[in-house]
């Protein structure tokens, strides 16, 4: 079974800095998804970024980019110019391609921003 | 622009009682997916259907059962209530192509005391 592994429970980051959440996991596949999650106190999980293991090409979008290492089996996320409203807790994610398409949660980081 | 909505979003059970937590989507997924988030944790999967008439246990089924005889909707039944299953819970769905995301509803606050 696959797993999923955050390291750090808890993070800061100074406001317009650049932070650095870990993740790795755990599989023997040759094909599967990453994602991370973002959940605000307000409990919604939202998506923020989802990487091919196909791809070679790291995913970005906007502020957020991923360092996908998949020989390490390592998907870091990286938040560029933080804001206030990136305080969250976040969740790496893994999907495997077999049936069902489950996702595997990591156990979040939570990341404070200070202003 | 509904998606995922879950109702009730807050409930107190007392133990031993029994009750259903509703989901229904509108965007016409094939796959939907009941998650149990512990506080501090990550979610955990707890059963999972493909399509309508087709379900599957996921991580932690005991307790629970569920049912899917329509696309839109996948309830999810607590049998006999116990501390324990006092959590967050989420309902999520998916499109049917494997390089699509979970949306997920808004999640069910439960307390069993």
């Known amino acids: 079974a696959q797993t999923v592994t955050q390291s750090q429970p808890e993070m800061s980051v100074q406001e317009a800095e650049t932070v650095t959440l870990s993740c790795t996991y755990d599989?023997?596949?040759?094909?599967?998804?990453l994602f991370w999650y973002k959940q605000p106190p307000s409990r919604q999980m939202i998506l923020v970024i989802r990487q091919e293991a196909y791809k070679q090409q790291n995913a970005t979008e906007n502020r957020f980019s991923v360092n996908f290492q998949k020989a390490a089996k390592s998907f870091s996320l990286k938040i560029s110019d933080s804001q206030l409203g990136d305080a969250a807790m976040y969740f790496c994610?893994?999907?495997?391609?077999?049936?069902?398409?489950?996702?595997?949660f990591g156990a979040g980081t939570i990341l404070r921003v200070k202003s | 622009n509904a998606g995922v909505t879950q109702t009730p979003k807050f409930r107190i059970l007392k133990i031993g009682q029994s009750m259903t937590l509703q989901c229904t989507q509108d965007?016409?997924?094939?796959?939907m997916y009941w998650y149990r988030q512990d506080p501090g944790m990550g979610l955990k999967l707890i059963y999972y259907s493909v399509g309508a008439g087709i379900t599957d246990k996921g991580e932690v089924p005991n307790g629970y059962n569920v049912s899917r005889s329509t696309t839109e909707d996948f309830p999810l039944r607590l049998e006999l209530a116990a501390p324990s299953q006092t959590s967050v819970y989420f309902c999520?769905?998916?499109?049917?192509?494997?390089?699509?995301?979970?949306?997920f509803g808004d999640g069910t606050r439960l307390s069993i005391l």
């Open positions: 999520a769905t998916r499109q049917g192509y494997s390089n699509q995301p979970q949306h």
């Open positions: 965007m016409n997924h094939n796959y």
């Open positions: 994610a893994y999907r495997s391609l077999e049936y069902g398409n489950k996702l595997v």
């Open positions: 599989t023997s596949e040759s094909d599967y998804y």
